[in-house]
């Protein structure tokens, strides 16, 4: 019954390869995001999805293309893959768009 | 430009002690601030957020203080349980407008209490 969601946990990969991040919530909530923890520790949005519209692109390269079929999923899928995008991707939702957000567990995606 | 700042990697302290966990921002339009926990192996968890319009609010052990004139706050733990061991995330936003639920994080304290 886990409120948030994301597969795989761990994530190791060759570069160039595409790859592909699955986020799901179960708290009926309308607003879905994706977030990267990079090498210093700083977590950093990517994308925020607001009832399946993206309302935040942050500056993210376009290799980055995130898909949400429905309110309670949101995917990442990620093309050409880089050793710079070696780092932790954080999935979280949230009730509304100004509400405190609920996190998954992450996925450690490693780019050898 | 990091706009949120934990110029403290980590801090130790006794069982029963108060923790004292510090944040800095330079972003004057954050006006609603929070604190994430985080176990190893699992996501941020929310902890405790305070609105600028105040400067201090409390949820049992946890105490969180705003300075706005200085661009700080500060998360207190009264009394520091084991179980407080953890990584503390502080993270800011522009409350409405076109914020959207946006975070800026910093880059966290990790926290160990010693029994």
């Known amino acids: 019954d886990t409120a948030v969601s994301q597969t795989p946990k761990y994530l190791v990969t060759q570069m160039g390869n595409d790859k592909s991040i699955k986020c799901e919530q179960n708290l009926g909530h309308d607003t879905m995001y994706w977030y990267k923890q990079d090498s210093k520790k700083f977590l950093k949005i990517m994308f925020s999805?607001?009832?399946?519209?993206?309302?935040i692109n942050e500056t993210v390269p376009n290799r980055f293309s995130p898909k949400s079929p429905d309110k309670a999923h949101l995917n990442l899928h990620i093309n050409s893959l880089e050793l710079g995008d070696s780092a932790v991707y954080f999935c979280?939702?949230?009730?509304?768009?100004?509400?405190?957000?609920?996190f998954g567990s992450g996925t450690q995606l490693s780019v050898l | 430009d990091q706009q949120v700042k934990q110029n403290s990697p980590s801090l130790s302290v006794q069982e029963g002690r108060i923790s004292i966990l510090n944040c800095d921002y330079t972003n004057s339009m954050f006006d609603y601030f929070l604190w994430y926990k985080k176990y190893p192996a699992e996501g941020p968890t929310f902890l405790i957020s305070i609105s600028s319009i105040k400067d201090k609010n409390e949820d049992g052990r946890f105490t969180v203080f705003l300075n706005k004139s200085a661009k700080h706050l500060s998360l207190h733990i009264v009394p520091s349980q084991p179980g407080d061991s953890a990584v503390y995330f502080c993270?800011?936003?522009?409350?409405?407008?076109?914020?959207?639920?946006?975070?800026?994080f910093g880059q966290g304290t990790i926290l160990t209490v010693h029994p």
């Open positions: 979280a939702s949230s009730p509304s768009l100004d509400e405190k957000l609920f």
């Open positions: 993270a800011a936003k522009v409350a409405g407008g076109t914020s959207y639920g946006k975070l800026t």
């Open positions: 999805y607001n009832n399946k519209e993206l309302i």
